[in-house]
């Protein structure tokens, strides 16, 4: 049973900066396994925003490409989302997901507010 916790979420001003953190905890070879950002405004579907496979590999979707990097650390069981360059659009919760053969797994969510 994997757990995701994230953290990181606030109120931040346009053009400015923030760090999102999604903790692992039940995942045993943790390394091997994709891990994703998605984020959610309510109305809207979930959407993709960032993921990084097992080998480092990341994608991003286009409206955060230059702007976001997805990071991990392996030996924390964490994977990293640092957003700078903030836009009122970029408002939403913040999800950390990562799947296995049985099932999905979400984290339970943080907050971003871009706005002055």
């Known amino acids: 049973q994997v757990q995701l916790v994230e953290s990181g979420g606030g109120l931040v001003q346009p053009g400015g900066s923030l760090r999102l953190s999604c903790v692992a905890s039940?995942?045993?070879?943790?390394?091997?396994?994709?891990m994703a950002w998605y984020r959610q405004v309510p109305g809207k579907q979930r959407e993709l925003v960032a993921g990084i496979s097992g080998g480092g590999r990341t994608n991003y979707a286009a409206s955060v490409k230059g702007r976001f990097t997805v990071s991990r650390d392996n030996a924390k069981n964490t994977v990293y989302l640092q957003m700078s360059g903030l836009k009122p659009e970029d408002t939403a919760t913040y999800y950390c997901?990562?799947?296995?053969?049985?099932?999905?797994?979400w984290g339970q969510g943080t907050q971003v507010t871009v706005s002055s």
């Open positions: 039940g995942s045993v070879g943790f390394s091997i396994y994709d």
């Open positions: 997901f990562t799947k296995r053969v049985t099932r999905d797994y």
